[in-house]
């Protein structure tokens, strides 16, 4: 679904990746942790080519993306959900759900967003600034869905949520993934993250510095608390 190799993305004259390399096949989930400033969002946005340069090699659903505009990137089925969740107030939730145009095939009907997410259907006529932070990740993510995107890059979804909402979108995330989408997630709550990915990289500097697979979680511990500062 998606192969990144040898990336290098910079922002005017700042070079903030350093060669960027891993794999997402359809139906997984992968995270990226790391700390702030060490390159996860960015490596989102490079994939999307919303970076000032890039170099190295991106591969989504066997299309090398390097050299197309960013609207023919996002029509391979990509959708992104970032920090800032980028809802629109004005709208009402249900409005923000059927202007977003197709970008891969069929997306979720409205019905089944409701059934994904029921706090959705209960606030369908509402507007994005009447909602609270948490509906309006659930919508944000819900947007994304309706696209008919398949591969699905989310930006710190759980910042700032009450556990309880955190909880509603790990379910989420694992019910996606019995349903064959592929997620990247960047990520500090390594909690939520855990049982949810099949592997975990750790970027620092820029770079991918450890790519731990689920299974090797309990004895890779001790090295991700290092990295990570937990």
Same mark, same amino acid.
């Given at each position: 679904?998606? /192969? ?12 903030? $990746? ?13 995270? @990226?942790?790391? =700390? ?6 960015? %490596?989102?946005?490079?994939? @999307?080519?919303? /970076? ?9 659903? +066997?299309?090398? #993306? ?6 023919? &990137?996002?029509?391979?089925?990509? +959708?992104? *959900? ?14 923000? $759900? %059927?202007? $977003?145009?197709?970008? +891969? ?23 994005? %600034? ?15 869905? =309706?696209?008919?995107?398949? !591969?699905? @890059? $989310? ?13 509603? @979108?790990?379910?989420? &995330?694992?019910?996606?993934? #019995?349903? +064959?989408? %592929? ?17 975990? *990289? ?5 770079? &991918?510095?450890? /790519? ?14 290092? !990295?990570?500062?937990?």
């Amino acid at each position: 679904m998606l /192969t990144v190799r040898d990336l290098h993305a910079w922002y005017g004259e700042s070079h903030i $990746l350093h060669g960027i390399d891993f794999e997402v096949p359809e139906g997984e989930v992968v995270t @990226l942790l790391g =700390r702030n400033g060490a390159g996860r969002t960015t %490596t989102l946005k490079a994939i @999307l080519g919303m /970076t000032d340069r890039r170099t190295g090699s991106i591969v989504v659903n +066997g299309h090398e #993306t390097l050299g197309m505009a960013d609207h023919r &990137i996002a029509h391979l089925g990509i +959708g992104y *959900c970032p920090e800032e969740r980028g809802i629109f107030s004005g709208l009402s939730a249900e409005e923000n $759900l %059927t202007l $977003l145009p197709s970008v +891969g095939g069929t997306g979720m009907s409205l019905a089944e967003i409701y059934d994904m997410f029921p706090n959705l259907k209960e606030r369908a006529k509402s507007p994005g %600034t009447r909602l609270s932070g948490g509906e309006q990740q659930m919508l944000a993510l819900a947007r994304i869905l =309706r696209t008919g995107a398949r !591969l699905l @890059l $989310l930006d710190e979804i759980t910042e700032g949520l009450a556990p309880v909402i955190v909880q509603k @979108l790990g379910e989420v &995330i694992l019910k996606l993934k #019995t349903r +064959g989408y %592929t997620v990247v997630l960047v990520e500090q709550n390594f909690r939520f993250a855990a049982p949810l990915a099949d592997r975990h *990289c750790v970027i620092e500097h820029g770079r &991918i510095v450890a /790519t731990v697979d689920r299974s090797e979680l309990e004895n890779q511990k001790a090295v991700l608390d290092e !990295l990570l500062g937990v």
